[in-house]
């Protein structure tokens, strides 16, 4: 009977929360001054704090050297700033939480993590921050949720562990997903494809069968009033139901071997998604909440192997080899721009008709983004060197950018939103 009155305690919540309007009910959020989870509050990478231009030299107001490379993005909530790191052996993983205004250490979490992988054996997925509470992701399955303040432990699990899972070849990828007051995980098991946890004690509250996980991580929405989480496994793309975790619909693209890392989108009544062997592909909800196998439209100028588009307003944004604007609708493309900045890895941030590209290299550009045209109106260095490395997802909060190098993190003074106006 208790699991029963929390799962509709919880279902309660994501419902008002969809009456709202939310486009992805129930996922950590913060006010506008926080960044609290994957590509921000709603994991949409969209942000009111993009600023109105970007001068050459953008002042470095802290820097923290850390111990090793990391992929895991940046969060940020309040005062608190958290980064995941690695010690020189690669044997421990290190989450630091350190002061937003200074870049002092309050505290930091560590514990063994040993493992190969490519790409280093540091975690992936992005910290998760709700009222008071962090939820933390190594990439060898090591899951733990700590008080924000202290850095205190509330309680841990080894989610491969756990459930018997066989661990991905890049690690466990996928940051968690909060969806009111469930944690949700995907072990990739036989029996815990996906798997619902009390996000407050880990309790497990429900288990869905399937396939081993893929390294993208998850969004919710509810089209047709139909709650369901959405993702993919290791070859298919799907929604799942959040009361029970039910398998509702699966999607087998044409062409095998997509990695699956980049994010799907969810907007105006459609789920888009792109990869590297199949492209921008875009699918509409029917009226049960379910899409068909085929799109209603696909786009073969948009085909990025990590890199998650944004969609802003009505278009759809990524990089691939260069710098892509699709129709949101019809994927037609609308503008391109070539500049060697976008050949490598690169992050997108968008919001004010503007996008902020932060670099695998330590670039970072703003970008003017018209339906009509696209135009670079500002580019600056972030950190100097040719050994320079960004793998981990930046963070945005007014009137500062947090970057996680290979080897430090930052704090950059960014100019204000709006032209005459502060962030």
Not at 9 to 25: K, S
Not at 44 to 60: E, F, M, N, T
Not at 89 to 103: E, F, M, P, Y
Not at 141 to 148: Q, R, T, Y
Request: aromatic share 6%; net charge neutral; proline share 6%.
């Amino acid at each position: 009977m208790k699991r029963v009155a929390l799962m509709a305690a919880t279902m309660t919540m994501v419902l008002l929360g969809c009456a709202r309007g939310a486009a992805q009910p129930g996922v950590a959020a913060a006010d506008e001054a926080g960044w609290p989870d994957f590509r921000g509050a709603g994991r949409a990478a969209i942000s009111p704090h993009v600023p109105a231009a970007l001068p050459a030299s953008i002042r470095c107001l802290w820097k923290k050297p850390l111990t090793g490379l990391g992929l895991s993005g940046v969060s940020v909530a309040g005062r608190h700033v958290i980064v995941a790191d690695k010690n020189a052996a690669k044997t421990h993983d290190i989450w630091r939480c350190l002061d937003g205004a200074s870049g002092e250490q309050l505290w930091q979490l560590e514990y063994p993590a040993a493992g190969e992988m490519d790409y280093s054996n540091s975690p992936r997925a992005t910290p998760v921050i709700r009222d008071g509470r962090a939820w933390l992701l190594g990439a060898l399955g090591h899951l733990n949720c700590v008080e924000v303040a202290s850095g205190r432990t509330l309680w841990s699990m080894n989610i491969v562990e756990r459930f018997g899972a066989k661990r991905p070849n890049w690690g466990t990828c996928s940051t968690p997903l909060l969806l009111a007051e469930l944690l949700i995980v995907n072990p990739g098991a036989a029996d815990a494809s996906l798997a619902a946890l009390r996000a407050d004690t880990g309790e497990v509250v429900w288990r869905a069968p399937g396939r081993g996980a893929a390294y993208a991580s998850f969004v919710v929405a509810a089209p047709a009033g139909v709650t369901q989480i959405i993702g993919y496994d290791s070859i298919s793309l799907g929604g799942w139901d959040a009361r029970s975790g039910r398998r509702l619909w699966e999607v087998i693209p044409p062409s095998a071997g997509d990695y699956n890392v980049p994010t799907p989108v969810v907007v105006d009544g459609a789920v888009i998604v792109s990869t590297e062997n199949n492209f921008t592909r875009r699918f509409r909800f029917d009226a049960d909440g379910r899409v068909a196998a085929r799109p209603e439209a696909v786009s073969r100028d948009l085909a990025p192997d990590t890199a998650t588009p944004i969609a802003m307003d009505g278009m759809l944004i990524g990089v691939d080899k260069r710098l892509v604007a699709l129709e949101l609708t019809s994927l037609r493309t609308l503008w391109e721009i070539e500049d060697a900045a976008f050949e490598e890895f690169v992050m997108l941030i968008g919001g004010n008709g503007r996008v902020l590209a932060v670099t695998g290299k330590g670039e970072v550009l703003l970008i003017a983004a018209g339906r009509s045209a696209g135009k670079i109106i500002g580019r600056a260095r972030l950190f100097a060197g040719a050994d320079v490395e960004i793998w981990s997802h930046p963070a945005i909060t007014p009137g500062r950018l947090y970057v996680r190098s290979n080897d430090c993190i930052a704090c950059f003074e960014l100019p204000a939103a709006r032209d005459g106006s502060s962030p």
